[in-house]
Each structure stands twice: as C-alpha cells, then as structure tokens.
C-alpha cells in the first residue's frame, strides 16, 4: 500500500514540469542510508507525459512488475530490487540529465529506458562516461554498437528488411513501389536510407519509391493520404507504404487512412513503430490488414505467452495502473525480457558491478514470452530476438501472419547503408 | 450477339457438373501455396454461384470462414470455428474441431480472393437488390474471383434493373482486352466514365499494347478528358484539405479570441478545455450507450451543450479561483493559468488514464463521399468545418446583437467607463470567459472524430491558437478567421511540394515576419486597452 501511494504521488509529481527534474529523489535517499546492505535499485527513464506518454508511460509499470517477480524469489544475490522511476516529459535533453541523477545520485545498477532513438542517443554520452548499463527495449534503425547499452530489440536486419522482403514475396503481394512516411528524426531516416540501399542492391529503380517526413506529433494527415492515394493509383505495380511515424501520428495517419476509403487490400501499410496500443481508440474494422513487425506479438502461442499476459493483466489490477490489463506490447516483453536477463547476468556474474554484469551476460538466456529463448550475442550487445509479422485485425490485435523459424543474428551496422 | 453468347454459355453450363469436388477444394485451401488457395476460393465461389441453394450455402460459409480467419486445417479434416461448436467444412455438420488444428494464415491477398468470392456469391444469394448492388460495386474494385461467364450468369439472372445496369457496366469494363476493337473502344468510354487516376492508369496501360488506331484515338481523348477532371479534383482537394485545417484552427482560437483578444487574459489552460470538452463528449457516449442505446448514433450532437456546458464550468471556476485576482497582472495569469493546466492535464491521467479514448463513430463522421476526379469529402472533417461556422457566427450575432455581448465589447474597450456606465465588469468577465472557454469545449467534440483523445491532447492545439488569434489582431473575430483560413491554406499548398517538415517552418517564418511589420496583426483593433 505504501509502495502504492508512493508511485502516485512521484507519478504525479513527475508529471508536473516543475516537479520533473525532482521526481527521482525524495525518498530512496533515506531509505539508502537505512538499508543500502539489502537493496539493488533499477532506473527507468520512461516518460509518462508528453508525446510519448500514451506508450511509453506503461514500461516503468513492466519493470516495476518484474522487479516484483525477482523479489517473491528471493531478490538478486540476496538483495531486494528496487525501482526508480522517473519522467523525462518527451523531452530528449532531460532523458540524458535524468539518466545521470540515477547513476550518480541513486546508484542504480541498470537503467532501462529510451522510446525513441533520439532519446537514446541523448543518454548515450551518459552512460559511456560513467560506464552504466542502459536496456533499450525498442526496436530501432541499428548503427550503434555501445558496450554500454544492451540493445533489446531488433535492428533493421532482423526486424525491417525480413517484414519487406515477405511484402515484395508472392505471399505479401509483391510489392513493387514504396511509400516511405516517418516522423522527421533519426530513426526514420536511417530506417529508409537503409531500405533504399536495399532496393538498390534488387535492382529496383530509384523512381519506384517516394519519401516523405512530417514533423514529430505531426496529426493532419490530410495532404500526405491525398498523396499516397495518388501514389498508388499511378502505374508499376502494387504499392505498400512503409510507415516509420511514431507516437500519436500512428492513429492520426490511420484514421485519415480509412476515411479516404482506402483499404489495406489495395495499399497495407506496414506501420514499423504501429503497436496495439496505437489502436486502442480506433474502429479497426475497416483498417483490417495493415501489418507491423515486432520481436513479439500479444497474439504469439505458447504457454509463457499467456503467463506473461496473465501476470501483467494481475499487476495492472492489482496496483491500480491506469493501463489497459489485456494489451501487451513488444516493448512491454523487451523491457521485461531486460530485467530478467539482468538479473540473470548479475547472478551468473555474482556481482552487481556493470563490467562483470556485462561479461557474463551472453553467457544466460531467457525464455521470453514470445516463445523464443533469447541471449545477448557473444560480440556485440545486441539480443537475439525472434521475427513477428502481425496483421491488424477487426479487435485492435495483431494476428501472427509469419514468424521466423529462429531468432536471426542481429547485424549491428546495415551493408546497404551508403553514406 | 449477346443472346447467342448467353446461349453458348447456358450450355456450357449444362455440360459441367454442378457439384464442387469439396475435398480437393478444401485440401489446396489448406495447401501452402497461395496460388492453389486463391483458385480454390475462386472455384467455390463459381460453384455456389452455380450450383444450386445447398452449394450456395456451403460456399458462402466457407468463404466467410476464410474472411473471418475462422478455417481450421488438421491432417483428419477442415473444421470451422473452434472447440465444441465447430463445423465440418466438407458438408457443414457439426463437429469438434481437434486439438492439433492450425488455424489458416490469411495474408492480403487470400482476404482480398476471399471479399471478392463472397461479393460473387451475394450476387446470386442476396434477396434485397442493395445488397446485390453492394456486391456489384465491390466487384469493380475486387474482380479477384470474377470471371466473365460468371458475370453473365449473374447478369441472365438479375432482376433488378439499377443492379442489371451496374453489372452491364463492370462488364463493358472488362472487355479492355477484348479482341473486337468496337468493344476495346465501349470499355475505354465506360472507364474513363468516372474520371480517377486510377482508371488513367488502367486506359494509360491498355494503350501501351494497343495497336488499332481508332482504340489508340478514342483512349488519348479519354485520357485527356480524365486529366481536366482530375485537374479540377485537385485543386478542390487542396481547397477542402485548407478549409479543414483552417477549420480546426479557428475552433482552437475562436474560445482563445475572446478570452484573450477581449478579456486580455493569457489563457494556457484553453487547450485543456478543449480536452475536457472531448472528455465530456466521450461520458455523454457511455452514458447513451447504457440509458438509450438507440441514440447512439447522435450521440455528438447530443454532447455538443454538455461539453459547452462542462467546459464552461471549469473555466467560470477558474476565473473565481484563480484569474479574479489577477486581471491587472497578466504576467502572473500566464503562470496561474499553466498551472491549471498541469494540474487538469494530471487530474484527468490519474483518473481516467493515459490511453487514447475510444469514440464511435457515427455515420456522419465515417469515411468519405467521392466528388470528383481523385477528391474525397472525408465526413470527420466536413463536420468540422460545419461546427466552426456555426460556432462562429453564434458568437458573432451574441457579441453583435446581445445585451452581453454590448457589455464584452465595452468592457473590452474601456473597463473603467463601461463601469462607470454602470455595467457590471466582473459578471461580465466571469461570463465572457464562460463563454471562451465553452467554445473550447464545443471544439472538444467537433475534434472527437479527427484527433486522438487523451489528457495531453490540448498541448498541441495551444500555440496554434495563439499564434491565430495574435496574427489576426487582438480582440477581432473577423481576423481570427482571416488568420487560420490564411494559415490553413498556405500550409496545404506548401505541404505537397516541400514537405509538411518545411511548410511548419515557412508558415512560422511568414508569421513572425508579418508580426514584425504589424504589431497589431491583420485587424488591429480600435480603441483604448
């Protein structure tokens, strides 16, 4: 109950802009100098407020939920875990100052943070100089490899290029041309400069894809449809739009989508950042169709699958989360995944200091909810994920149209990237 | 000619056996291989389109078994539906489906197989001639499982005779590649009846094979006449998109025009009231949902004084415990007003959550109507624009031809004489708020349909407004208007050439230049302040 109150009130208090910056201290310093022997402490950097807020705020709620998990067994190396959350606001600076209050100020053995890559990239600096641990629970546009950061998700070459590649296959229609929409930052950019070089490299023409961006939180879609429909009635050959938009312009773009009576029949959009969540205010039926592609998918078999679903949907209950308790979303699992592969590590390494974390962790593997076992690669801080292709249907879900046979080597830096 | 070919196919039909070998069909369904299962859906559909009452139904139960992803293949048999209550798929008898069944993966293209053999089958099925006709414009989009005889069958068969002219037409279409030229001709002239993009691009490909110069002449002039059409289309979207936009701007601003521009007061909570009024709109839903459910369908209608009224209320309560003791200090109103903001923005997350809110959505402010060439008019948006001038010529004729709205503008112009006139300026303030921040909360529901609804939702119309109702002039309504129209319009024109990334930036730097040059934006208002 405490703990309880405790959350509301920083929650409340991190939402106030005034309030942000001082969300993570007020009460784990006393409690620090009272019993620092026995706890370990994890931090999120998570927003729950601004753009990101409608999908971001949940994984603070996941971490905190497996902390519980490790702590009803026993804790870590005999220590309870803890958590700090915090909210950064959407605000990409305040990601990087946050991160380093918790590593200097609150001592945290891990962070798990960062939606967007732009945020990533904010605490990047961070973390290398103070040699932290950041879990990155998103799947993004990969051209990083951080000793610092574990990339829980996939980069393109595990994720984007196998979801196209079935689209341009007789199964996904063969596509032909592309319509690429993405938010204006990093991870769009690199994302279709990395599928340009793809297409190149299949000999397709340049003149065979458009390439448009709007800005971040951008909602009138109006002119960008009025395009893609114009787009897709010209000659070539099926088209597919690639839709790298992030946030709330998911069912912004959607909703214009399906009121200008196209259907996915005629032009899917494959939305790579497109997630339940995005749905949850929206009629699907007539959006039935479109596809995303995830390392995981609520809809993906198997018992762990449903022990996952079942635990989040008590946690929710329990603690009065104010998030839907019957949808779970890729980076839900990852940040999940995170902890306990964490965790895992720590044991194996018998330690909680971030060089022997690090060490040891290729070493354990995780049974994730997807239904896939899952380690950390051998030379590179990439996790091996499996491939999930979902096709959105008439109740917000995403059924599993494809998924991969294993999880597929993650290749941190993209060969059809051209500088 | 036709009765012949009528003829010709009548015997064929005789010839062939009505009865589809199910368990071939069915097996290449549950094969692999999308080829097989997109000719096996073609093949039911052409055998419950021919064969008779039972095999229309069995076909149709498959094909909507397909649709709704509820096929079941096992290595015993093809089931339907799970558990208990399944069907057999070869002759539909009840069955329990077996554990080990995989449910069959629908991509794109079997679902898009799968709608149009169910449009095939409802034409043959279907009692009531709108569904037949429903089923006759799916099959010009969807021709997947479509094939000639069988459209002549469904033609010898129709009764109807807006359906009969429908199907005549989709079947004139598809003679594009007919060997008899008079016929390739007719087709052109039926395509390029309605005058999309998409029907240039079907004549624009048909003449690259083209070789009979009559054809090559009648499919150029088609293709030109459907290029003015189009031409015009786009100029009228551009139009519409501007109007839409504009319209959301004005909505945003026209509360803010009057809390701002004739009370002075910097309101940042306006956006919140705006959120507030969605919110409103979204209890009146649920509430119709459980007490009347039959009213659903006008349930925005039905929100729109609620939300006026909701919104209303939190702003005259804001006024009297907040603003009232800060009109001679606008600094500390921009603050106080912020805070409230925050603090609506948190009240509402705390207790109702961070997730976007599902709104149904009524058949007013679903999809589009096709005008012309490539033009749709998306209905969310009409509806928008509907509200916006209705709510503007409201406070127009209120402010213009009402004891209050007398009061608002002498207040607003000199508060100390109005006064001393012997008008009550603090009832006026709280009422002229109340009305601001009202409008604000009847933007709330015009803008259910177009954006999401969550408690961060008025952030992002807040500087907008601003920005409208300082560059239309302080204090003038007929600028607020000016301004978002110009704004709305310059922003779509600019969108589809450079980018909506730089049409922010351009209509950002027009403004700031237009700000430098007149101070007092496009109307400035007359008077002492």
């Given amino acids: 109950m405490i703990r309880l ?59 905190r939920m497996a902390a519980e998990e490790l702590n009803a067994r026993g804790g870590v190396l005999g220590r309870t875990v803890e958590v700090v959350g915090t909210d950064p606001a959407s605000d990409w600076p305040l990601y990087a100052q946050l991160g380093r209050q918790l590593i200097q100020q609150d001592q945290v053995a891990a962070l798990f943070g960062c939606w967007t890559s732009v945020s990533r990239k904010s605490v990047l600096p961070v973390v290398e100089q103070e040699d932290a641990l950041l879990y990155y629970p998103l799947h993004f ?17 595990s994720s984007v290029l196998p979801a196209v590649e079935y689209l341009m296959g007789p199964d996904g229609g063969e596509a032909k041309r592309f319509f690429m929409l993405g938010s204006d930052y990093v991870w769009p950019r690199t994302i279709n400069q990395q599928l340009k070089g793809y297409w190149a490299s299949q000999g397709i023409e340049a003149d065979a894809w458009r390439e448009e961006y709007v800005p971040v939180g951008h909602s009138n879609f109006q002119t960008l449809v009025n395009q893609i429909r114009e787009f897709a009635d010209q000659p070539g050959g099926q088209p597919v739009v690639i839709l790298t938009v992030v946030g709330n312009s998911i069912p912004d773009f959607f909703r214009e989508f399906a009121n200008q009576g196209i259907s996915a029949l005629d032009v899917p959009v494959l939305g790579l950042d497109a997630l339940e969540a995005d749905f949850e205010g929206l009629d699907t039926a007539s959006l039935a169709g479109h596809l995303n592609c995830w390392a995981y998918l609520q809809t993906a078999e198997g018992p762990r699958n449903q022990e996952f679903l079942k635990s989040w949907a008590d946690y929710v209950a329990a603690s009065g989360s104010p998030y839907r308790g019957d949808v779970a979303i890729d980076p839900m699992v990852s940040v999940y995944d995170g902890v306990h592969l964490w965790a895992l590590a720590a044991e194996a390494a018998g330690s909680f200091d971030v060089p022997e974390v690090r060490a040891a962790s290729p070493s354990v593997s995780f049974a994730c909810p997807s239904g896939y076992d899952i380690a950390m690669m051998p030379d590179s801080t990439y996790v091996k994920r499996g491939v999930f292709i979902g096709s959105l249907n008439e109740t917000q879900g995403f059924d599993v149209l494809w998924q991969s046979e294993d999880t597929p080597d993650p290749l941190p830096f993209s060969p059809y990237m051209k500088s | 000619m036709r009765i012949a070919w009528l003829l010709i196919f009548v015997a064929s039909l005789a010839a062939t056996p009505a009865l589809a070998d199910r368990p071939t069909l069915l097996a290449s369904l549950c094969a692999p291989v999308l080829a097989e299962q997109i000719e096996a859906i073609s093949a039911i559909a052409q055998a419950g389109a021919t064969g008779g009452y039972e095999e229309a139904r069995w076909a149709q139960t498959v094909i909507a078994a397909v649709e709704g992803r509820s096929l079941r293949c096992s290595p015993v ?49 279907e009692t009531d001639p709108t569904a037949r006709g429903k089923a006759a414009t799916t099959l010009e989009r969807r021709r997947e499982a479509l094939s000639l005889p069988i459209l002549d069958a469904a033609l010898a068969a129709e009764e109807d005779a807006t359906v009969a002219t429908t199907l005549d037409a989709l079947r004139t279409r598809m003679m594009l590649d007919d060997p008899d030229a008079g016929k390739r001709i007719r087709a052109v002239e039926a395509i390029s009846a309605v005058g999309s993009l998409r029907n240039r691009t079907l004549i624009a490909e048909a003449l690259t094979v083209e070789t009979d110069p009559l054809v090559i002449e009648s499919g150029e002039a088609a293709i030109k006449e459907i ?10 979207s551009t139009l519409y998109s501007g109007l839409s936009y504009a319209s959301v701007l004005l909505l945003a601003a026209l509360g803010l025009a009057i809390i701002f521009g004739l009370m002075g007061v910097i309101n940042l909570a306006q956006g919140e009231f705006i959120m507030i009024g969605a919110y409103a709109a979204w209890f009146v839903q649920n509430a119709i949902r459980v007490a009347a459910p039959g009213l659903l369908e006008w349930y925005l209608i039905i929100a729109m004084p609620v939300s006026f009224l909701a919104a209303a209320i939190v702003g005259i309560a804001m006024e009297a415990l907040v603003l009232r003791r800060l009109y001679d200090r606008p600094l500390m109103t921009l603050l106080a007003t912020w805070a409230v903001s925050l603090l609506l923005i948190n009240l509402v997350r705390v207790t109702i959550g961070t997730q976007n809110l599902e709104f149904y959505q009524p058949f007013y402010v679903t999809g589009g109507i096709p005008i012309m060439g490539d033009f749709i008019i998306t209905l969310n948006r009409l509806f928008a624009i509907a509200i916006a001038i209705a709510a503007f010529i409201g406070v127009v004729a209120l402010l213009r031809f ?34 601001g921040s009202g409008l604000a909360g009847l933007a709330g529901v015009a803008l259910a349909p177009l954006y999401n609804v969550n408690p961060n939702m008025g952030a992002g119309f807040i500087v907008d407004s601003f920005m409208v109702v300082v560059l239309g002039g302080v204090g003038s309504l007929l600028g607020t208007v000016v301004a978002s129209f110009g704004i709305g319009q310059i922003n779509v024109m600019i969108e589809p050439i450079y980018g909506a990334v730089t049409a922010k930036v351009v209509v950002l730097l027009l403004v700031i230049a237009f700000i430098q040059r007149r101070p007092e934006g496009l109307f400035a208002q007359k008077g002492r302040r």
């Fill in chain 2, 77 to 125: 048999g093809v089931y339907i539906g799970e558990g208990e209550d399944a069907l057999e798929a070869i002759d539909l008898a009840a069955a329990e489906t077996p554990a080990g069944a995989s449910a069959l993966p629908v991509n794109n293209r079997l679902r898009a197989t799968a709608a149009s053999a169910a449009a095939v089958l409802s034409l043959f099925s």
């Fill in chain 1, 5 to 63: 109150n405790r959350r509301r009130l920083l929650q409340g208090a991190g939402a106030t802009a005034l309030g942000a910056a001082a969300a993570s201290f007020p009460a784990p310093s006393l409690i620090r100098s009272a019993q620092a022997a026995d706890i370990v402490k994890l931090g999120c950097l998570f927003s729950s407020s601004g753009a990101m807020a409608n999908v971001e705020g949940r994984l603070t709620t996941v971490v």
């Fill in chain 2, 402 to 435: 009402s004891t209050f709205g007398m009061n608002v503008r002498a207040v607003a112009q000199n508060r100390a004489m109005a006064s001393a006139a012997g008008i009550d300026a603090r009832r006026t303030d709280r009422l002229a708020i109340a009305l």
């Fill in chain 2, 227 to 236: 290029d003015r059409e189009l031409a015009v289309g786009r100029a009228l």
């Fill in chain 1, 141 to 157: 546009e990969g051209e990083e490899n951080s000793p610092n950061v574990v990339y829980l998700n996939s980069p393109p070459s």
